[in-house]
C-alpha cells in the first residue's frame, strides 16, 4: 500500500509543484566566497592531528584513472566528499575510519531486490575504489549527485517546517525506503535524522552550469604555513531551487547494524535515542521505529520532543519522556533490571560522556535508573 501512494503521488504532482512549497523558496543564491585563500585554518584543518589522515585532494586530481576531480563539496569527520568531472560524487575515507561496515551494507542494500521501487529511496554506492596518499591507501565510494540534506532543504522554508502535504510525501518516500532496509535487506539504520536524509537534484542541466562555475574560477582555500598543504572550502551550494522533481533518498550507512539478533552498544543521537537504548538494554529494528516517529515531529514543529538544555543527561531526557508520556511499561523496567547484570567482557569501546570507561551499558548511560520497586532513581 505504502510503495502505490508513493508511486501515485510522484506521478500525480512532483515535490515542487505544491504551491505552498514553491512559494517558500528561498530566491538569492547565496554569495560564492571570492577570496583565493583563506587566511585562517578551515573544515578539516580543525580536527588538529588528524588532518593527516584526510587524502589532500585539490582540484584537478584524476582518481582511479577515471575521476578528474572539480571541487569539495563537504567534508565529516571520517571523510571528505568532491565533484568528478563526469558528474559523480567521490566521498573519500580518511584513514582512521573502518569503512567495511558502511560498504558491506550498501552492497547488502544495493543487492538484497534490485526490482523493488523502494530502493530507488536509498542512497547507495555506485562504484567503490581506492586512492593512494603520502599515508596509506583510503577507500572511496562513488555516488550519483544529490543536490543537500533535508537539514539544509528544511532551511528554505519560514519557520523551517514542512507544510502537511509535503511532509506526507516526505515520509511516504522515506517509509518505502525503511521497510526495504528492514525486510529486505534485514539491516537497522540507527541514525535517522535530517542530515542522513538527502534531496536528489531537480535537473542535470543544474549540475553541469554548477561544475562550469567551479571548474571556471579559483577554489578559495587555506594554506598551512607548515608543510604547504591546502585545505579547500567545500562549495556545497546550487543555490535556489529551479525543478519540480526532488525525490528524498536515505544515505548514510556507517552506523547501520544487520539485524540478526538483538545488539547492545551505544547508538543514536541524543535526542533521537530509543528508551531500550537508554537504559542499556538491548534493541532492535524498533529503535528506526522510534528514531523515525521523533523526526516527524522535528518536521513538522521544528524543534525537538524533548528540548537539550545544556549538557546531555539520560535521567533528564527520560524524565521528560515520562511527562509527555506517563510512566514506562513494567516490562521495560524488568528489562532495565535485568541487564544492569550483564557485564562486557571488555569494556565498551570507547567512554561515555563523562570520560569514564564502562563494562555495564547500563552505567556508560548514568544508570541505574530504577529501583527494584520500578520507582525512578535519584540520580
Known sequence: MIKQHVRASLQRRPLLRHKRWSASMANVMDK??????????????????????????????????????????????????????????????????NTTRETMISRVIAEADPSDEALSFIRTPIYELEVVGPEGTHPCLVYTPMRETLFKLRRRFRRQRLAPPL??????CVLSGLDYLHSKCRVIHT???????????????L???FARYQKNNPQPGHVRKE???????????????????LVPKLSDFDLAFNGGPAHMSPIQSNFFRAPEVMLGGSWSYS???????????????DRTLCPERGQYDTHVHL?????????????LIKRERKYRKYIFREPISFTNSLGKSCNIMNEFWGGPFF???????PK
Open 227 to 245: 608543510d604547504g598543504r591546502t585545505t579547500y572550502y567545500s562549495q556545497g551550494n546550487f543555490g535556489p531551487l529551479r525543478g519540480s522533481r
Open 167 to 172: 511532509f506526507k510525501f516526505v515520509m511516504h
Open 207 to 209: 549540475l553541469n552550469s
Open 191 to 205: 541514525d535517522i535524522k535530517d542530515e542522513n536524509i538527502m534531496v536528489t537534484i531537480e535537473r542535470e542541466a
Open 371 to 377: 529501583d527494584d520497586n520500578g520507582n525512578k532513581s
Open 319 to 331: 524524565a521528560q519522556l515520562v511527562t509527555l508520556l506517563g510512566e514506562p511499561p513494567d516490562e
Open 287 to 301: 529503535v528506526d521505529i522510534w528514531n523515525l516517529g521523533l523526526l516527524m515531529w522535528d518536521l513538522l514543529e
Open 32 to 97: 560564492p566566497i571570492e577570496e583565493e585563500r583563506l587566511d585562517k585554518p578551515i573544515e578539516e584543518e580543525l580536527c588538529g592531528h588528524r588532518l593527516k589522515w584526510y587524502h589532500p585532494t585539490r582540484p584537478g586530481d584524476v582518481l582511479d584513472g577515471r575521476f578528474k576531480t572539480i571541487c569539495k563539496l563537504g567534508f565529516g569527520g571520517g571523510s571528505t566528499i568532491w565533484l568528478a568531472e563526469n558528474l559523480k560524487y567521490i566521498k573519500i575515507a580518511t584513514l582512521d575510519i
